[in-house]
């Protein structure tokens, strides 16, 4: 990576971080609005932006009430959609679309975290999927528009 890259990623990592900590009461537990995630969307604009995501994550799930289970499951299930997303992405055309699409697959995979709930709290497992899905789609539908507007102005496509 460049050094340009490293940078811009460990800014990323950082917002992620400070965004969590401002509205913590609302990043952890069986309801949450975890406000970062509307960072995934930056893996629309230039996949490059995977590790900042992936750092902000690991740093906010290590002061998480739950422990190991955030750091295992929370950053898991944030790989695990960017991935999937990198595969939807090559079928997908318009930064919108692939917003939406992005928005989706994070809500749907939410099925992880949710399992995660499970186990930690023995909280009821399809009610924590719903739960954290309908936040996680809240937060990442509020997004779209945000980091489009925030592409139009830093041309975060074109680092």
């Not at 913590?24 to 969307?41: D, K, M, T």
């Not at 909280?123 to 719903?130: M, V």
């Amino acid at each position: 990576m460049k050094m340009k890259w490293i940078t811009t990623n460990a800014i990323v990592a950082a917002l992620y971080v400070v965004m969590g900590f401002i509205v913590q009461p609302l990043v952890y537990g069986a309801v949450q609005f975890r406000v970062p995630e509307l960072f995934n969307h930056l893996i629309v604009f230039n996949k490059k932006f995977f590790w900042g995501i992936i750092l902000g994550v690991f740093i906010t799930n290590l002061f998480s009430p739950l422990g190991w289970y955030d750091l295992v499951f929370g950053v898991s299930q944030s790989v695990i959609s960017m991935l999937i997303m990198f595969i939807v992405m090559h079928y997908l055309k318009g930064q919108v679309a692939r917003m939406i699409a992005n928005t989706l697959v994070f809500s749907l995979t939410m099925f992880m975290v949710a399992f995660e709930l499970y186990l930690a709290f023995d909280a009821p497992f399809f009610a924590s999927w719903l739960f954290s899905a309908i936040g996680e789609l809240t937060v990442m539908g509020i997004g779209i528009p945000i980091m489009y507007m925030l592409n139009k102005r830093m041309k975060l496509d074109s680092l």
